[in-house]
């Protein structure tokens, strides 16, 4: 597992440093109005574009041979992902508030919540695109991934519309604390393991 979690944080870092480098320019733009982006890519980047990457070099066909089981290859997906979600978190919080810090910007009241709902966004989102995909592939499964993203995008929307700023969704969580939407995100992509499992498996040995 330690292996497959190396390989991929490899390809992340070879393949995909200029959308690292705007990931990082979107968490750092004061008042934090890109900053979902920056969940959006940091999740579909770190799961579903490695997925990818995996068809496009023929690396299933190889992994196959390899002493891994079918549970550990599409695990390794998930922990990318929960770790790109992860990191957007901490760096979007770190940066945003490095603002506050010198007074360049005044985070707004929530800032910190909201982070939490985007992070808990693009769990869910994670936990819809990724059976899809083990079960059909990338390729096939791309126009999916596309209208999961379009849903995301939508609850993003909605959470910056309205009155109360990009705060809105938080009146329907309001009584849950708002570091436990992560965890609760994360908790419905591990039940999901299974599906995808599952899939993989009609997929690669059909």
């Given at each position: 597992m330690?292996?497959?979690?190396?390989?991929?944080?490899?390809?992340?870092?070879?393949?995909?440093r200029?959308?690292?480098?705007?990931m990082?320019i979107?968490?750092?733009?004061?008042?934090?109005?890109?900053?979902?982006?920056?969940?959006?890519y940091?999740?579909?980047l770190?799961?579903?574009?490695?997925?990818?990457?995996?068809?496009?070099?023929?690396?299933?066909?190889?992994?196959?041979m390899?002493?891994y089981?079918?549970?550990?290859?599409?695990?390794?997906?998930?922990?990318?992902?929960?770790?790109g979600?992860?990191a957007?978190?901490?760096?979007?919080?770190?940066?945003?508030g490095?603002?506050?810090v010198?007074?360049?910007?005044e985070l707004?009241?929530?800032?910190?919540?909201?982070?939490c709902?985007?992070?808990?966004?693009?769990?869910?989102g994670l936990?819809?695109?990724l059976?899809?995909n083990?079960?059909?592939?990338?390729?096939?499964?791309?126009?999916?991934?596309i209208?999961?993203?379009?849903?995301?995008g939508?609850?993003?929307?909605?959470?910056?519309?309205?009155?109360?700023?990009?705060?809105?969704?938080?009146?329907?969580?309001?009584r849950i604390?708002?570091?436990?939407y992560?965890?609760l995100?994360a908790?419905?992509?591990?039940?999901t393991?299974?599906?995808?499992?599952?899939?993989y498996?009609?997929?690669v040995?059909?």
């Amino acid at each position: 597992m330690k292996a497959l979690l190396r390989k991929d944080i490899y390809l992340m870092l070879t393949q995909f440093r200029a959308l690292f480098l705007v990931m990082v320019i979107f968490s750092a733009i004061p008042g934090g109005l890109l900053v979902p982006f920056t969940f959006l890519y940091a999740m579909m980047l770190t799961s579903v574009s490695l997925m990818s990457v995996d068809e496009q070099t023929q690396w299933e066909a190889l992994a196959l041979m390899l002493p891994y089981s079918r549970r550990q290859l599409v695990t390794v997906k998930y922990v990318m992902g929960w770790l790109g979600i992860a990191a957007a978190l901490v760096v979007s919080v770190m940066l945003q508030g490095l603002w506050a810090v010198t007074g360049a910007y005044e985070l707004q009241k929530g800032f910190f919540d909201t982070m939490c709902l985007y992070a808990a966004i693009a769990g869910v989102g994670l936990a819809l695109m990724l059976p899809v995909n083990f079960r059909f592939g990338y390729a096939k499964g791309r126009i999916m991934t596309i209208l999961f993203a379009g849903i995301i995008g939508g609850a993003v929307g909605a959470s910056m519309g309205g009155g109360d700023g990009f705060y809105t969704l938080l009146k329907v969580t309001s009584r849950i604390p708002t570091p436990v939407y992560p965890l609760l995100a994360a908790a419905l992509c591990a039940a999901t393991i299974p599906l995808s499992v599952a899939g993989y498996k009609k997929r690669v040995e059909k």
